[in-house]
C-alpha cells in the first residue's frame, strides 16, 4: 500500500512555556523538542499496516530544519522515506499546513494517511480535516481502533461518553488517538538503519496563513489557596466552604 | 453592513446539548457588538417545544434540517449520520443565510466539523476559544494553546471566520425574548450529493452510560497516591455524592489502572469544570495544564509540597484513604439538605 503520515516537531509536555521577547510564541530557551506524541501512533498504525499488508511509509513534515528530528524518530520505527516542506519560520496556521500538505499529496496516490488526532502544542484537530476536504477524501479523526478490508476502512472514533462507528472508503484519512496500539521502541538495528534513510526537501508553497497570533501570554497565576493540614479533620470545614463561599456545591 | 451569525447547534436524543445555550448565547452577544443578528441551524429531531426554549436564550431564527431527510441522500443505506454531510449543511446554510461568520462548540462533533467547514468556506478558524471580543468591527479571540500553558490573541484578515468555543466556559445568559421565527429546511434545496458522504457513522456505542470527562461540571480525578486500581472505588463514590464524571492522570492510565477516556492533561483532555477535586495527584505540569482552568479547583494530598496545591483555590494536606469516605460523606449530607 502507499501510505502516508504527517507528523510534527512539539516541546516535550514537561515543558514549562515562558513567552519569548515577541510576545507571540514561546522562548525555546532549554525547552526540549520530541515528535508529537499522537503522531507516534500514528507512525505505529502506519508501520503495521506495511508489515501485514506491504507497502512503503513515507512520513511528511512541515516546518524548518528542526522538523527533520520528527522525521527521524518515524524513520527509527520503520518509516521508508521522509519529504519536508520546507518553511523559513514556525509562524504558521493550520491552514498554511493542511495546504502545503495537500499540494503534495494531490498527485502521489496516497490509499491511506495517517496524522495523530492533534498536536499537543496548538491543539488544533484541524489538520486531518481540512487535508481531506483540500483533496476531496474522507477523514476519521480521534481513531482508537482501525480494521481495512476490500477498500474500505471500519473505525472507532472516540466521541463523548462512547464510540462511534464510522466506514468509508480507501482512500481515506486517519487522525490516531491514544488506545490504536502501543507505538513500539526503536531497537539499535532500527536506530542504525534509520541514519541512511532519505528526506527529500521541497520548498513550501508561498502563502499566508488565514489566523495570526497577535499576542501570546501565560494564564493569570493562582494565589491565595486555602489550604488546611490537619487531614479528615478538616473535611467539614472544607465542604462548608465549597458551600457557602465557592458555591460548587 | 455587518456581518452575519449562522450559530450550529446539537442535540443529543432529541434535546439540545448544554453547550447549545453556550452557543446561542454568545452568538447573540457578537452580533449585537457588530450590529448585526444571527440565525441558529440544527440538524436533527428535536420537538418543537425544545425548539420554542431557545427563544429564552435570544434565538429569533431557526433552521432545522430532518436527519432521516439527510441521510436517505445517502449512497449507504442504514447510516446514523455522516459527519461530512454535517459540514456540508453547514456550509450551505451559511452561504444561503449570507453568514460570514459561523459558530459552533468545540465539542467532539464540533472539532470534526471545524477543518471541514473552514475549506468549505474559505474561513479563518478561531477554535476552541475561551473569549471573543469585537473592536472597531474586528473580531479577535482568545484560545489556550500547549493545553492552557499560555493563551494566544488571534484575528484575521479573512472575510469569512468559523469560531468554536470551548464548551463549559461561556454562560447562557436568558433573555426575554419570547419569539422565535421555524423554518424548516429540505436537504434538497442545500445542494448536498452523494459525495457529502464519504464518511458515514454506522452505528453508537455508548460507555455504560458515564458521564464523560470532557462534558461534566463537576469532577473528581484520582492519581497514583490511590496506589491501585482496586482502590477507585474511592474516587467513583466521592464523585456520585455530588454527580460529578472521574477523571484520571496520565500515570494511572500508562499503568492501565484506568481507561485513556477518562485522562486529564496534555495528552488526555482538557476540561474547565465548575469544581475539580484531585485526589492523590501531585500536579505534573502536563495535568496541570489540563485543569488549571477548572474555576474551583480543591487538592487532596499527602505531600504539602506537591505542586497541586499551587494552583489549588481549597485543599486538605492528608491521606486520601481518610479524607475520601469523610468527603463522601460529608457531601452526601450537605446535598441531601
Known amino acids: ?249 | 453592513m455587518s456581518k452575519k451569525i449562522l450559530a450550529f447547534i446539537e442535540s443529543k436524543d432529541g434535546k439540545f446539548k448544554n453547550s447549545s445555550f453556550e452557543v446561542i448565547s454568545e452568538a447573540k452577544i457578537i452580533a449585537e457588538k457588530l450590529g448585526s443578528d444571527f440565525t441558529v441551524l440544527t440538524i436533527g429531531k428535536t420537538d418543537e417545544n425544545e425548539i420554542k426554549e431557545l427563544a429564552k436564550y435570544g434565538a429569533k431564527k431557526i433552521i432545522t434540517v430532518d436527519l432521516d431527510k439527510l441521510n436517505s441522500k445517502s449512497p449507504v443505506q442504514g447510516i446514523k449520520y455522516s459527519p461530512s454531510a454535517f459540514a456540508g449543511v453547514i456550509s450551505e446554510a451559511a452561504k444561503k443565510e449570507s453568514a460570514q461568520i459561523i459558530m459552533l462548540s468545540a465539542t467532539s462533533l464540533g472539532k470534526d466539523l471545524s477543518g471541514r467547514v473552514a475549506i468549505k468556506t474559505d474561513s479563518a478558524v478561531f477554535n476552541d476559544c475561551i473569549a471573543v471580543n469585537v473592536a472597531d468591527g474586528k473580531i479577535t479571540a482568545s484560545r489556550p494553546v500547549y493545553a492552557g500553558k499560555s493563551i494566544t490573541e488571534i484575528s484575521t484578515d479573512c472575510e469569512n471566520i468559523l469560531i468554536s468555543l470551548r464548551p463549559n466556559v461561556f454562560k447562557p445568559e436568558i433573555s426575554d425574548n419570547t419569539q422565535i421565527e421555524i423554518t424548516e429546511t429540505d436537504p434538497d434545496s442545500l445542494n448536498i450529493e452523494a459525495g457529502d458522504f464519504s464518511s458515514v457513522v454506522k452505528d453508537l456505542i455508548v460507555s455504560d452510560e458515564k458521564l464523560d470527562v470532557a462534558e461534566a461540571d463537576r469532577i473528581v480525578s484520582g492519581g497514583r497516591g490511590l496506589r491501585g486500581p482496586e482502590n477507585f472505588n474511592l474516587i467513583e463514590n466521592l464523585a456520585a455524592s455530588i454527580g460529578a464524571a472521574t477523571g484520571a492522570s496520565r500515570a494511572v492510565v500508562d499503568a492501565g489502572w484506568r481507561p485513556h477516556s477518562e485522562q486529564v492533561g496534555q495528552t488526555g483532555k482538557t476540561v474547565s469544570p465548575s469544581l475539580y477535586i484531585a485526589c492523590g495527584i501531585s500536579g505534573a505540569i502536563q495535568h496541570l495544564a489540563g485543569m488549571s482552568s477548572s474555576k474551583c479547583i480543591v487538592a487532596v494530598n499527602k505531600d504539602k509540597d506537591a505542586p497541586i496545591f499551587q494552583i489549588a483555590d481549597y485543599g486538605i494536606v492528608g491521606d486520601v484513604f481518610e479524607i475520601l469516605p469523610e468527603m463522601t460523606e460529608e457531601f452526601k449530607k450537605v446535598v441531601s439538605n
Open chain 1, 1 to 249: 500500500m502507499n501510505i502516508f503520515v504527517c507528523v510534527s516537531l512539539v516541546p516535550d509536555s514537561t515543558t514549562k512555556v515562558k513567552v519569548s521577547s515577541d510576545n507571540k510564541s514561546i522562548d525555546e530557551n532549554g525547552v526540549s523538542y520530541i515528535i508529537n506524541p499522537y503522531d507516534e501512533f500514528a507512525v505505529e498504525e502506519a508501520i503495521r499496516l506495511k508489515e501485514s499488508k506491504g507497502g512503503e511509509v513515507t512520513v511528511i513534515s512541515v516546518g524548518t530544519d528542526k522538523a527533520k528530528e520528527a522525521i527521524k524518530k518515524a524513520f527509527q520505527m520503520g518509516a521508508d522515506k521522509g519529504i519536508l516542506i520546507k518553511t523559513s519560520s514556525a509562524d504558521f496556521d493550520s491552514y498554511f499546513v493542511a495546504k502545503n500538505i495537500s499540494d503534495y499529496l494531490k498527485d502521489k496516490d496516497p490509499e491511506i494517511i495517517f496524522f495523530g488526532k492533534q498536536s499537543i502544542d496548538f491543539d488544533g484537530l484541524l489538520i486531518p480535516s481540512m487535508v481531506s476536504e483540500l483533496l476531496g477524501i474522507p477523514s476519521v479523526s480521534v481513531v482508537v481502533k482501525l480494521d481495512i478490508n476490500d477498500g474500505k476502512i471500519t473505525a472507532e472514533r472516540e466521541v463523548e461518553g462512547g464510540k462511534e462507528i464510522v466506514e468509508a472508503d480507501l482512500p481515506v484519512i486517519i487522525g490516531a488517538q491514544k488506545g490504536i496500539n502501543e507505538p513500539r521502541y526503536p531497537n539499535l538495528k532500527s536506530i542504525m538503519a534509520a541514519k541512511s534513510k532519505p528526506i527529500e526537501e521541497i520548498e513550501a508553497a508561498s502563502l499566508d496563513s488565514r489566523t495570526v497570533i497577535n499576542e501570546m501570554k501565560l494564564p493569570p497565576a493562582k494565589t491565595g489557596g486555602k489550604i488546611f493540614v490537619n487531614g479528615k479533620d478538616d473535611v467539614p470545614e472544607l465542604v462548608r466552604l465549597l458551600r457557602e463561599e465557592a458555591k460548587v456545591i
